[in-house]
């Protein structure tokens, strides 16, 4: 069929970002950047077609995020990047474009100019890479952490991507490639083969978001400006009755009591929940788990955490801090405080030290301090860019 396909790779789980959504699928300036790269492609003249490579997981995130783009059927990636661009090159056997465009999805603003000079030199060479000039002084440390040595720095690229390919050479070459993890581009591919690969001007703008940081800088860059710190507050109540164990922010403690309630009844998580939805003004915990619905009898409450955590990760934001406080006279909080602070960072995917736990009595007063119940109360704040 001729002609050249962009292949966009976003099979990763980006990790780094925290949340359960993956970093590509992360708003940009209140786009999905996956949706922002595969657009950079799909609009761009020089190019015929364009397919990502996606995790298997992730394809309703994918459907949402590309709705309305003429975009190729995505395909399920691999264990590691090699793999991904090697299972899309091969769903595109059929297909036989003369030229392939390999391209990370973290990679959300390639430039028309820079897509065009790749296309360009693939007349001249079976390969073909944007690169800038390394500016830095490179040194070369040793285990004492001291400077071993100066690194000419003269010839040396930071290789970017759309890489370029004539297709059955990189096809071939990444073949020939299988089960090798030391190849971290496809250019490195193509050269053990033998291969040509020209090197075309990169861009500075042409950045790789690999932290939030990175995702704020690049917001800033679309004219977004400071990411904004949004906080919200959640109470809960339950009662307790005969029982031989509570839940209280997901973690069991033995008593003579238990919390009734339709879910797991984890008061405390309950009320973290609500503010986290407080923050990014999306409801309470009854608007998105109607305690009618018998889906939730008995729910591990971790389902409502996650999912407001979930919320705030699709609106691009993240959870900068919560703080709990359990109002009860027993059980004593102090001795499962720290399992506690551990969980509730392992639901939120942040770090334990942005997760505070506390507990007080009501002074033997009101319906806490009767033992008829338990309360707790919660503040979130989360970040959102700008
Ligand atoms: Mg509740």
Known sequence: MGG????????????????????????????????????????????????AVIHPDDRDLYDDAVAELPLLDPVPGGASRQDSVRLGLQSLIE?????????????PFPSPDLIGRVIAALDGAAGAIPAVP??????????????????????????????????????????????????TDDAAVAETTGTAVALVPGSEENVKVTTQEDL????????????????????????????????LCGVEIPHDRR??????????????????????????????????DEKWRGAPSDVFLRHAADL??????????????IICERPKIGPHRDAMRDRLATLLGVAADRVSVKATTSEKLGFTGRGEGIA???SATVRLSG
């Open 4 to 51: 050249c396909v962009a292949l966009v790779v976003g099979a990763g789980r980006g990790r780094r970002f925290g949340g359960d959504v993956p970093k590509q699928y992360r708003l940009l300036a209140g786009e999905p950047m996956l949706r922002r790269t595969l657009r950079a492609f799909a609009e761009h003249p020089g190019v015929d077609a364009v397919r």
């Open 95 to 107: 297909r036989a474009p003369d030229r392939v465009l390999i391209h990370d999805a973290a990679r």
């Open 134 to 183: 390394v500016a830095d002084t490179l040194k070369r440390g040793d285990s004492a952490g001291l400077v071993a040595g100066t690194v000419d720095r003269r010839g040396l690229w930071r290789a970017q991507t759309p890489q370029g390919f004539h297709f059955g050479v990189i096809l071939a070459a990444h073949w020939a490639a299988m089960g090798r993890d030391d190849l």
């Open 216 to 247: 704020d800088k690049a917001a800033r860059g679309l004219g977004g400006g400071t990411p904004e710190f949004r906080t919200g507050s959640g109470f809960d109540v339950h009662r307790l009755v005969e029982g031989d164990r509570v839940t």
């Open 259 to 292: 919390l009734d309630g339709h879910s797991d009844a984890d008061v405390a998580m309950h009320a973290l929940t609500d503010a986290v939805l407080g923050a990014i003004a999306e409801g309470d915990i009854g608007s998105h788990f109607p305690p009618t």
């Open 312 to 325: 705030v990760s699709r609106r691009g934001g993240a959870i900068t801090h919560v703080d709990v406080t």
């Open 376 to 378: 707790a109360q919660a």
